[in-house]
């Protein structure tokens, strides 16, 4: 009974997706914490991981879950999907995040807040194809150094890509396969397939993944995106929010600055957001300096420039 209610309050509260925002990342980057301060904003909800399978067994060797599409490609099943995401049709509750308590409460934000965050950490090589496909009011990207996100996938399990032999399938199709655009992987496919250690395997992930995500956000004037990085949506969040809202046309709402102060449910249980060193540093506590060059080392072959040995990013233009 409770799955129908819900399932038909969902059809209630379609939304459009001109009004969508999406949040899209790696995970164990902040992206729940980030997702959490942007549905405070006036009549948001978010929508959790649309592209995850609902079976853990569909985890398979050379479908690791991070899809790409070519920008012109048609894929109809993936259109289907993401026009359901972003428009609130998912009618599993357990997908959702609400701000609300109780059922009643939960029911309530669930119909009169239509619009959407969709917070994906599976999307970054689908933007140049999402931004095609879709108009949507406006994509954030949020990205940590690579070394702080290879170190927290460590602490909790391996992220899937703990074995580099499985069933004869070769660390190349295990780490990407068909899942990004053929001029990069093929360049380095030596490199990845030369891959040992899980931390290499994991860094080449992380840079496939922004490798086609910042040049589209620089190829299209950053028209589609905004970029946000951890560390400075922890050092200097006030201004992060505020730049935010000027990208997504909205005002700042008192209860965005308060979820600045509150770590996300899926946070380390010892991150602080008032100790911001010491949160920034964890990483050189956890990582020899053997795998932080070579975690740098592979970033920078994917000409991504961003991040080096210090933990905060290299300014901007």
Same mark, same amino acid.
């Given at each position: 009974?409770?799955? /129908?209610?819900?399932?038909?309050?969902?059809?209630?509260?379609?939304?459009? +997706?001109?009004?969508?925002? /999406?949040?899209?990342?790696?995970?164990?980057?902040?992206?729940?914490?980030?997702?959490?301060?942007?549905?405070?904003?006036?009549?948001?909800?978010?929508?959790?991981? %649309?592209?995850?399978?609902?079976?853990?067994?569909?985890?398979?060797?050379?479908?690791?879950?991070?899809?790409?599409?070519?920008?012109?490609?048609?894929?109809?099943?993936?259109?289907?999907?993401?026009?359901?995401?972003?428009?609130?049709?998912?009618?599993?509750?357990?997908?959702?995040?609400?701000?609300?308590?109780?059922?009643?409460?939960? /029911?309530?934000?669930?119909?009169?807040?239509?619009?959407?965050?969709?917070?994906?950490?599976?999307?970054?090589?689908?933007?140049?194809?999402?931004?095609?496909?879709?108009?949507?009011?406006?994509?954030?990207?949020?990205?940590?150094?690579?070394?702080?996100?290879? +170190?927290?996938?460590?602490?909790?399990?391996?992220?899937?890509?703990?074995? *580099?032999?499985?069933?004869?399938? +070769?660390?190349?199709?295990?780490?990407?396969?068909?899942?990004? %655009?053929?001029?990069?992987?093929?360049? /380095?496919?030596?490199?990845?397939?030369?891959?040992?250690?899980? %931390?290499?395997?994991?860094?080449? $992930?992380?840079?496939?993944?922004?490798?086609?995500? *910042?040049?589209?956000?620089?190829?299209?004037?950053?028209?589609? +995106?905004?970029?946000?990085?951890?560390?400075?949506?922890?050092?200097?969040?006030?201004?992060?929010?505020?730049?935010?809202?000027?990208?997504?046309?909205?005002?700042?709402?008192?209860? $965005?600055?308060?979820?600045?102060?509150?770590?996300?449910?899926?946070?380390?249980?010892?991150?602080?957001?008032?100790?911001?060193?010491?949160?920034?540093?964890?990483?050189?506590?956890?990582?020899?300096?053997?795998?932080?060059?070579?975690?740098?080392?592979?970033?920078?072959?994917?000409?991504?420039?961003?991040?080096?040995?210090?933990?905060?990013?290299?300014?901007?233009?």
């Amino acid at each position: 009974m409770k799955k /129908l209610i819900f399932s038909y309050l969902t059809t209630l509260s379609r939304g459009e +997706s001109s009004q969508t925002i /999406l949040l899209a990342s790696v995970g164990r980057s902040g992206t729940t914490w980030l997702g959490n301060i942007l549905s405070a904003l006036d009549g948001y909800k978010m929508l959790n991981e %649309p592209l995850r399978p609902e079976n853990p067994t569909e985890y398979e060797a050379r479908y690791r879950h991070r899809p790409y599409v070519e920008e012109n490609e048609v894929a109809p099943c993936l259109k289907e999907k993401l026009e359901n995401a972003f428009t609130g049709q998912v009618p599993r509750s357990y997908k959702w995040d609400f701000r609300s308590q109780g059922r009643i409460g939960i /029911l309530l934000e669930h119909i009169w807040n239509r619009n959407v965050v969709v917070k994906s950490t599976r999307s970054l090589r689908l933007l140049p194809w999402i931004h095609r496909t879709f108009d949507l009011k406006g994509t954030v990207i949020l990205i940590r150094h690579p070394c702080a996100v290879v +170190s927290s996938m460590l602490k909790s399990g391996g992220w899937g890509y703990d074995r *580099l032999e499985q069933n004869g399938v +070769s660390t190349f199709d295990q780490a990407v396969g068909e899942q990004a %655009p053929a001029s990069i992987s093929e360049r /380095l496919r030596s490199d990845i397939e030369g891959t040992s250690t899980n %931390p290499e395997i994991l860094a080449h $992930m992380w840079a496939l993944d922004y490798h086609v995500a *910042l040049n589209h956000h620089e190829n299209t004037e950053r028209q589609y +995106s905004h970029l946000v990085t951890y560390e400075h949506l922890l050092t200097e969040g006030r201004r992060c929010i505020r730049d935010l809202c000027t990208f997504l046309g909205e005002e700042p709402t008192e209860e $965005m600055r308060a979820q600045l102060n509150r770590p996300s449910r899926t946070a380390s249980d010892q991150l602080s957001t008032e100790d911001t060193t010491r949160q920034l540093r964890k990483w050189r506590d956890h990582l020899d300096e053997k795998t932080v060059d070579r975690v740098l080392s592979i970033v920078h072959s994917y000409d991504i420039d961003m991040y080096g040995p210090d933990p905060m990013p290299a300014p901007q233009e």
